[in-house]
Structures are given as structure tokens and as C-alpha cells.
């Protein structure tokens, strides 16, 4: 084949992914990754337009009837989220045992398979049972997805691969919203709105999952088990279409870059490691309270504003128009800017918009703010997802990923109640102010200990 290149070491092949230019080969695969984003964002967001209803017909309280009391819409989150937590922290390893792909295809099924139950439920307890238990699958998922999309893409394209996989995820928010302003003040066929709303998801879940079996195992997965046959077998092919979608011999690959064995909880904490682990794991305790604080309580916030709950839907569906545009704004600035800056320029941004939103009653002015909050929230989010994945090893990057990533689970747990206290005690303007001393902690974190990661080989990067 042109431009073939069969040397069959670990570093060979990361090399050899590295210098891949970005054919329709390529993106297909980087596409059909960020598919599954769709889902599980539309999984872990729909909570928040689910719930003003899940109140109104009694299913939950409107407050939980003590500070961890699982009866309120505090508690449905924090099932959510403990479920996230244990998938994260106790399962992240799985991808790193077990291979990116069929981790990446079974859990997107268990996801599926409990929020079916999730929408037979009429009690709180059950409700929160099987909301708890789809959060185990979807917090494997997310690790799984940030380990394969960083591992696939070549060292030029990870900015914009995991840009364009959050803006793919992030059009679930406009389409929850609106199907959450349609379907939940009515009950079609005598079903509940908000059941519709879980259970289109559960059916359009499905076909995508039989659609990841097409792509290939990760080629640095495969060299990092020793499997190097199998890995070079998978990257020729790879490389085979890629040369002749390119119509020209590839690039030369660049010098080896040593992929770690494989490796153990231990290894998170090793010098060059532990650093990495304590700076990431305290910056996901904080960030998670912009983001969730405002996304999962957007509707509701709304009506302690005093906006009824048809109307805080169709403000909310105006709002979620933006979520995809943020990850587009980290698509168009790619590679070009350090990722590091990114993070603390959006934490800036979610600081000034969170306190305009609680300054107002103005609609023109919530909506912009609102906009302006969804905008900054998810430019963060496209940017820390691909950097953390960054900053570790191949070896332990899922389980390292999983573990940081784990404490913005906990985090949201009993942020949840504390935002919950807050908003009864203090109004939308307590809770405000409590996001923004979190997003300064992020932006201290980042922008002091941060390292650099944009368009550096991801085996240099964690060394």
C-alpha cells in the first residue's frame, strides 16, 4: 500500500497514528465516537427537564424532607450521580482491561436497558434505584469514550475531534428541551410526558449501539497489552483507506513514542503521575458546580424566580439552542490555543453571566445570560474533557481519567443538596454566588499547575 509502514512496535504505532492526515477514514471513526456522546448527554441532562414535572405529580417532593433525604428532586440527582461516581472511580478500569470497544458498546446497552426501567417507575425510592443504576453505565461510558476518542485521534486533530464530539453531544440539549416542552404538559396515549422523554432516548440508544460495532479496537490499547500483531493488522487497514483517500504516499511517521505497559491503581500515584492525579481531581470537584449547578437546575431556578414551569420550559428551550455552539467555538479555535487558557477563560465567563443571571428578572436578560452560561459551560467542557484524557499515560489513562473524574460525581452528590439548601435559604442569588467561588478555584487550579497539552504527542505529554 502507499505510504505503508509495517514496523510493529508500541512506539511505532503511536507514531504512525500520529501522522494520519484527516480523511473521511478518520473522521468516520471520530464521528461515530461522538455519536455515542449524544446519548449519553442527552442521558445525563434530561434530568433537568423531567424534573419540575416529576414534582408536580407527586412522584418526587419539592424538597427532600432532610438535608439527604433521596424524596426531592435533590435526591433524583444525586442517585444520578452516585451511580456515575461508582462507574467512574470503582469501574473505569474496565476500558483498560478489557479493550475501548466493547466496553464503549456494553455499557451504552445497561444505560439503555435501566433508564427503560427508570420510566415505568411511580415512587421515588425505585426511581432513584434505577436512575442510580443507569448513572453505573453511563460513568463506564464516559471514561470509555474519552480514552478511545483521544486514542484514535491523531495528535493534530484531538482539540478539534473532541470539540466536534461535544458539540454532536451537546445538540441532545436543544432536542431534550423541546421534547421536554411538548411532551411533558401533556400525557400522549395516556403515557406522561416526562416517561416520553426517558424512553425516546432508550429507543434511539439502541441502533447506535449496533452501529459502534463497526469501529475498530484501539490500536495503542492493542500495543499497550502487547498485542502488537493484532494492532499493526488493525492500523494498516486503517491506513490502507486512508492512503487512498489521501491520493498521495502518507506522511512519514515521527520518531517512536514509548506507549507505559500496562498498569495499576498503584501507578496513579507514582511521581510523575500523582501531581497530574491531585491537580485533576480537585479541578472536576469544582467545575462540576457551574456546570451541574446550572444545567441540572436551570428549570427550577426559574421558578423560584418566579417564572411559571410552561413558561421556564420554553425559556429553557431558547437557552438549550446554544449548547451546541460552545464545542463549535472549540472547533474553529481547534489546536490554535492552549487548552489550559481555554479552561480558565471559560470559568471567567461562567462566573460574570452566573451572577447577571441572578441579578435579573428582565426575560431578555435571563435568556442572555442564560445563553452566555450554556455558551462558557460547554467550551469548558469540550476543553477539559480532552485534557485530562491528555495527561496520562496510555496504560492507565481510562482508570486515571475515570478516577479524577470520579470526584466531579461525588461532588455533584452533595453540591446538589448544598444548592438545594441554598436556594430555599438564600434565592437563585446564594446559589450564584456559591458557583462563583468554585469557578475561581478552577480557574486558580488550571492556570497556575496546569501543564500544556495542545498538538504534543500524547506518549510526551505524560511523560
Not at 183 to 192: D, E, F, I, Y
Not at 377 to 390: D, G
Request: with cysteine.
Amino acid at each position: 500500500m502507499a505510504g505503508a509502514v509495517t514496523t510493529a512496535s508500541a512506539g511505532a504505532i503511536a507514531a504512525r497514528i500520529d501522522r494520519l492526515p484527516p480523511t473521511r477514514t478518520v473522521w468516520s471513526a471520530l464521528l461515530l465516537l461522538s455519536a455515542g456522546m449524544f446519548f449519553e448527554l442527552y442521558d445525563l441532562l434530561f434530568t433537568a427537564y423531567v424534573a419540575p414535572t416529576l414534582v408536580k405529580t407527586g412522584i418526587l417532593a419539592p424538597a427532600s424532607s432532610h438535608f439527604l433525604g433521596l424524596d426531592g428532586v435533590a435526591g433524583f440527582i444525586a442517585a444520578l450521580f452516585t451511580g456515575l461516581f461508582i462507574g467512574t472511580f470503582l469501574c473505569g478500569f474496565l476500558a483498560d482491561r478489557f479493550g475501548r470497544r466493547p466496553v464503549f458498546i456494553g455499557s451504552l446497552i445497561w444505560c439503555a436497558l435501566a433508564n427503560f426501567m427508570v420510566a415505568l417507575q411511580n415512587d421515588a425510592f425505585d426511581l432513584d434505584l434505577w436512575r442510580l443504576i443507569s448513572g453505573v453505565g453511563l460513568g463506564v461510558e464516559m471514561v470509555t469514550i474519552g480514552a478511545y476518542l483521544s486514542e484514535m485521534s491523531p495528535k493534530h486533530l484531538r482539540g478539534k475531534a473532541f470539540a466536534c464530539s461535544q458539540a454532536i453531544g451537546f445538540c441532545c440539549v436543544p432536542v431534550a428541551s423541546f421534547l421536554a416542552y411538548l411532551l411533558v404538559p401533556t400525557a400522549p396515549l395516556g403515557v406522561a410526558g416526562w416517561r416520553w422523554v426517558v424512553l425516546i432516548g432508550v429507543a434511539a440508544a439502541l441502533p447506535v449501539a449496533l452501529l459502534r460495532r463497526r469501529l475498530p479496537e484501539s490500536p495503542r490499547w492493542l500495543a499497550r497489552q502487547g498485542r502488537l500483531d493484532e494492532a499493526d493488522r488493525t492500523l494498516s487497514a486503517i491506513e490502507e483507506k486512508v492512503a487512498h483517500e489521501y491520493g498521495a504516499p502518507l506522511p512519514a511517521p515521527g520518531p517512536d513514542e514509548p506507549i507505559s505497559p500496562a498498569g495499576r491503581f498503584v501507578d496513579l500515584w507514582t511521581p510523575t503521575t500523582r501531581g497530574r492525579v491531585i491537580l485533576m481531581s480537585v479541578f472536576n470537584i469544582f467545575q462540576t458546580v457551574g456546570f451541574y449547578g446550572f444545567q441540572n437546575w436551570v428549570p427550577t431556578l426559574l421558578v423560584s424566580q418566579g417564572v411559571e414551569i410552561t413558561r421556564s420550559l420554553a425559556y429553557t428551550s431558547v437557552i438549550a439552542l446554544a449548547a451546541p455552539i460552545g464545542p463549535l467555538i472549540g472547533f474553529v479555535l481547534g489546536d490554535r490555543v492552549e487548552r489550559k487558557f481555554v479552561i480558565v477563560s471559560a470559568a471567567g465567563a461562567i462566573l460574570v453571566f452566573g451572577l447577571i443571571f441572578a441579578a435579573t428578572r428582565e426575560a431578555t436578560i435571563i435568556i442572555a445570560a442564560g445563553v452566555g452560561l450554556t455558551l462558557a459551560n460547554n467550551i469548558m467542557s469540550y476543553s477539559f474533557h480532552a485534557y485530562q484524557q491528555e495527561l496520562f499515560p496510555t496504560g492507565i489513562r481510562a482508570r486515571a481519567a475515570g478516577f479524577v473524574y470520579s470526584w466531579s460525581r461525588l461532588s455533584v452528590i452533595f453540591s446538589s443538596f448544598v444548592i438545594a439548601f441554598l436556594l430555599n435559604g438564600f434565592g437563585v442569588s446564594g446559589v450564584f454566588a456559591f458557583i462563583a467561588g468554585a469557578m475561581i478555584v478552577v480557574m486558580a487550579t488550571i492556570g497556575v499547575f496546569g501543564p500544556r497539552t495542545s498538538n504534543v504527542a500524547l506518549e510526551r505529554i505524560s511523560r
